[in-house]
């Protein structure tokens, strides 16, 4: 009994799987938006910089710059970089740091206030 659950359970995770690879090929086809680079060609886990067309900071709802050198998508404006893992960005606001363009405001104000 419990290896059949172990099945219907492993078949509709791979259904899933392919619903959201689907609806994410239609998006992006809709869109009109065409990968930058031929899937074929982009290295495994690699991040796919036409998804900043969707991607937005979770925080300011602003859009974001991706950040080659460093691996990170950053906010500009709020002075944060959040990391992208095996090309999966990892938008959790805990997981961002700090960017250095933000220390530097950080002693302005407070040479400024001084």
Known sequence: ???RACCRL?????ETRALQSAVARRCLHASG???SVDPSERAEGAF???L???LVCPLSKKPLRYEASTNELINEELGIAY????GIPNM???AAR???QNKKQEERVTVDQN
């Open 1 to 3: 009994m419990l290896s």
């Open 10 to 14: 492993a078949s509709a995770l791979r």
């Open 33 to 35: 938006s065409r990968p």
């Open 48 to 50: 796919d910089p036409a």
């Open 52 to 54: 900043l067309e969707f």
């Open 83 to 86: 990391p992208i893992i095996d």
């Open 92 to 94: 959790i606001p805990q």
């Open 98 to 100: 700090r960017t250095h």
